[in-house]
């Protein structure tokens, strides 16, 4: 049988590399490390309901982009700098001083908006291809019985997410076919009721058998197959530890990784 | 084994009792039934048997349940783990992990069994389930009918006493709900497990249970052999009717018994038997499908099927779980985009259809089909599709009342039970008059009375009112009622595409219990049967 990681790396590894993200501050390396990650999610992501979870951190991500810097160039105080152009200033009471909407927009305030938002958004993208490598399933089993509560509300919420995905285009298409074109944000009540009712109907449902096999009955668990550490996930574990002792080493770690679990 | 004293049951918010002062024993080794019609508390029973309700769902449970001597009130669902399996309804939606071998260990290692005896349990599931070619697959990836499987193995590695089935076979086809029930049946006679089971399908179950427990709408309840049951309730499958019919004096409850009770009535009968002509209005074709091909990735769903359908045709999609019928209707419906071939909906290309043009042309009833409803009330709803469809306000409302009577239009659709859902939802699609209305597995979950009203309504769409109706279905009986026009897919070809009898006929594990007795006679229906016993006399 074909062994996979052990189901804690990948959360290790990413969270490794987001902190070195982070502490590195270089947009450069930002892209690069997540341009490596995206090519790792490419080769390892199985044909699993959560591979998707990656693209559609990518995709929030960008979101996140947008919004830091429409709220950053229009919101805030302004940064001395090169004008860029200038946006009419919205009057505001006079409670509100201090806070300005509108006005000039300086290259400055521009830049350092969206490198906010690019590292926000990379280290969604680096939690992101974690969360699509590996199975929540196993991650679960995999928790120690200290944080066993805690771990059980976040494995089910972290799995229910890629079902909300598929239940998102399933109800979509229905709703097409009803005659309704989901554009605008009134298409997205339609979606979202029956959505949460079927959320919420298939919480309970797995609740209720985890309920009546014995979950969380008693505190101590026994494993039929230990998730084992193998070297590999010791020397994937101890590569990305790297990144956080050197962060301008980051790209390079983030390479060698790729190599390692390259088949 | 399962004692039940004077059990009424109300849940909160509630004003009236699910259950009311039910009392009952059940002894080791038997196999009983729970029967009654939709969203009258089958599935509410059998979750008070090892304290689901109310421990889950809250509630007030007077009265008292024992399971093995331990009552239900003093131990929480995990407590009794190891004493009940339960299967739910949906066996997807309680599985926790995602291999078949790591779901058969999971209740093990909650229950902190030591790895040894795991090891050994699992393998004696997978041989007594025949799953051991599956152990390593994704259960995501399972057939219904593996996925089944694989729940009841879950259950049943934890060495129950009792295991609880919710409509074990709703979503399966025929053959694979027989290879369930068989597996069940052996189960309670080499291990005396005892099992508590409840299902629509009556024809499916009854050769199979030694007590039926009846629930019936005015909170009575009835519990005996079937043969006791069967004397004069309503609620009973075809084989029961045709025995009334035939005016025997017996209770058949297997196609065996009948066949043997009717040995000379049969005789006397085939000699009068003709077979009703096929009428072949050649009208002109409203769904046209040519060489259609389907893939989802490297797999293929549908491949190279051509298919004509007129207006007045009711078709029936048949064949396995998985075999492509869904395939088929979505490209129909214009769901999905197909990669080879033609699909034309009164001449137009159904994938681009909009808006008001696309309602008055198909109507399609998903799987789910609240999926169509959103709003807060069946009032809203209602005069949404109203809104929505040009008509005047009050007509989908008034169609509503004809076909399910009794609807409060301030229901929220999701209080609604799966008949009255399935109602509402046709009738919000019906309001825009289609051309062609497609349903997908419309009697998951209806009873027999809802699917009556079914058929008739089906039938007065396509005859009456020049329509045409696909149905996707794996009910055989819904099938012979409804029908005139068979196209059976297996592994994305057509296979057979006839008139119902003809396709229903040559294929013994998709003939009606009416044909199976009756063979070889050519009727599928107990209407077939009454009218040729009266050409006869």
């Keep these: 049988m074909n062994r996979s990681l052990h189901p804690l790396v990948w959360w290790i590894w990413a969270g490794a590399m987001a902190t070195a993200v982070a502490m590195t501050s270089s947009i450069s390396i930002a892209i690069a490390v997540v341009g490596v990650t995206a090519i790792v999610v490419r080769n390892k992501a199985e044909e699993t309901p959560w591979a998707a979870s990656f693209s559609w951190s990518l995709k929030m991500g960008l979101w996140v982009i947008a919004i830091r810097v429409l709220t950053g160039v229009l919101i805030g105080v302004p940064m001395p700098g090169r004008k860029i152009l200038t946006l009419p200033v919205i009057p505001l009471p006079h409670w509100m001083a201090g806070i300005r909407i509108g006005g000039p927009v300086t290259l400055e305030r521009l830049t350092s908006t969206a490198h906010d938002g690019i590292m926000i958004a990379s280290i969604i993208a680096l939690l992101g291809a974690a969360a699509s490598l590996s199975s929540p399933h196993r991650l ?5 019985v ?39 944000l009134l298409s997205w009540r339609r979606i979202a009721l029956p959505l949460f009712e079927e959320t919420l109907s298939r919480s309970l449902d797995l609740a209720a058998a985890m309920d009546s096999r014995g979950y969380g009955f008693t505190r101590k668990r026994s494993k039929y197959r230990q998730d084992r550490w193998t070297s590999k996930d010791y020397l994937l574990c101890g590569i990305a530890m790297v990144s956080l002792a050197k962060p301008e080493l980051l790209v390079l770690v983030a390479a060698v990784s790729a190599l390692v679990v390259a088949p | 084994m399962i004692k039940f004293s004077n059990v009424s049951l109300i849940y909160p918010n509630s004003q009236q009792t699910v259950i009311e002062d039910l009392s009952f024993t059940v002894s080791e080794g038997e196999l009983v039934l729970v029967m009654g019609p939709t969203g009258i508390g089958k599935s509410s029973v059998l979750r008070l048997i090892n304290g689901l309700v109310p421990h889950h769902t809250g509630g007030i449970l007077a009265g008292d349940i ?18 009940i399996g339960i299967v ?22 909650t229950l902190n069994m030591p790895s040894d005896v795991m090891r050994k349990r699992v393998e004696e599931i997978l041989d007594l389930l025949s799953l051991a070619p599956l152990r390593n697959r994704t259960i995501a990836t399972l057939s219904g009918g593996e996925q089944q499987r694989v729940a009841i193995g879950s259950a049943l590695v934890m060495h129950p006493k009792v295991l609880v089935l919710d409509e074990p076979t709703s979503a399966l086809d025929p053959i694979a709900a027989e290879e369930v029930l068989s597996i069940l049946h052996r189960l309670v006679h080499d291990l005396g497990l005892t099992v508590i089971i409840s299902e629509h399908k009556l024809e499916r179950v009854i050769q199979f249970a030694d007590r039926i427990i009846h629930i019936q709408g005015d909170g009575h309840t009835r519990i005996g052999t079937p043969q006791e049951i069967f004397a004069d309730s309503d ?87 998985g075999a492509g019928k869904s395939s088929l209707l979505r490209a129909i419906v214009g769901a999905s985009t197909v990669d080879k071939g033609d699909v034309l909906v009164a001449k137009k290309n159904p994938f681009l259809l909009q808006g008001r043009e696309r309602t008055q042309l198909i109507g399609f009833i998903p799987q789910e089909p609240s999926d169509l409803l959103y709003r807060q009330s069946v009032a809203d709803e209602c005069s949404q599709a109203d809104q929505d469809n040009h008509v005047v306000a009050g007509t989908t409302l008034t169609l509503l ?33 289609p051309k062609i209305l497609v349903l997908d597995e419309p009697t998951r979950g209806l009873d027999y ?64 219990q009416v044909a199976k007795v009756m063979s070889p006679s050519p009727w599928l229906t107990i209407n077939d049967v009454i009218e040729a016993m009266k050409r006869n006399q």
């Excluded at chain 1, 805690?150 to 399933?170: D, K």
Aim: charged share 20%; aromatic share 2%; net charge neutral.
């Design chain 1, 140 to 144: 679960l089993r995999s928790m120690p």
């Design chain 2, 449 to 512: 009375s809802a699917k009556k009203t079914l058929v008739s309504l089906l039938k007065e769409i396509a005859l009456g009112q020049e329509r045409a109706v696909i149905i996707a279905t794996h009910d055989v009986e819904l099938v012979a009622e409804v029908a005139t026009r068979v196209v059976f897919i297996a592994e994305g070809e057509i296979v057979a595409d006839g008139p119902v009898a003809q396709v229903l006929l040559s294929s013994p594990a998709f003939a009606p």
């Design chain 2, 88 to 109: 739910g309804q949906n066996p997807l939606h309680g599985f926790v992990t995602d291999t078949v071998e790591e779901e058969l260990a999971f209740g093990m290692e």
């Design chain 1, 146 to 184: 200290m944080v066993y509560e805690f771990g059980v509300s976040v494995v089910i919420a972290t799995s229910i997410l890629p079902q909300f995905v598929t239940s998102i285009s399933r109800i979509k298409q229905a709703q097409r076919l009803r005659g309704h074109e989901s554009t605008g």
């Design chain 2, 235 to 321: 609620l009973a499958p075809p084989i029961i009717h045709l025995a009334r019919a035939m005016q025997l004096s017996e209770i058949p409850l297997t196609v065996r018994d009948m066949r043997r009770m009717t040995q000379t009535k049969r005789k006397e009968l085939v000699d009068g038997s003709v077979l009703a002509p096929i009428e072949n209005s050649k009208t002109e074709s409203l769904v046209t499908l040519k060489q259609v091909t389907i893939n989802y990735g490297k797999k293929n769903a549908i491949s190279d099927v051509s298919l004509s359908i007129s207006s007045g045709e009711i078709i029936a999609v048949m064949g396995r779980n």
């Design chain 2, 401 to 433: 009342q004809e076909l399910v009577p009794g609807i409060s239009s301030h229901t929220h659709p999701r209080d609604l039970s799966e008949g009255q859902r399935l109602g509402l939802a046709l009738c919000v699609v019906l309001s825009g008059s």
């Design chain 2, 66 to 83: 024992s399971v093995n001597g331990i009552s239900t009130h003093s131990v929480k669902p995990g407590g009794l783990a190891h004493l």
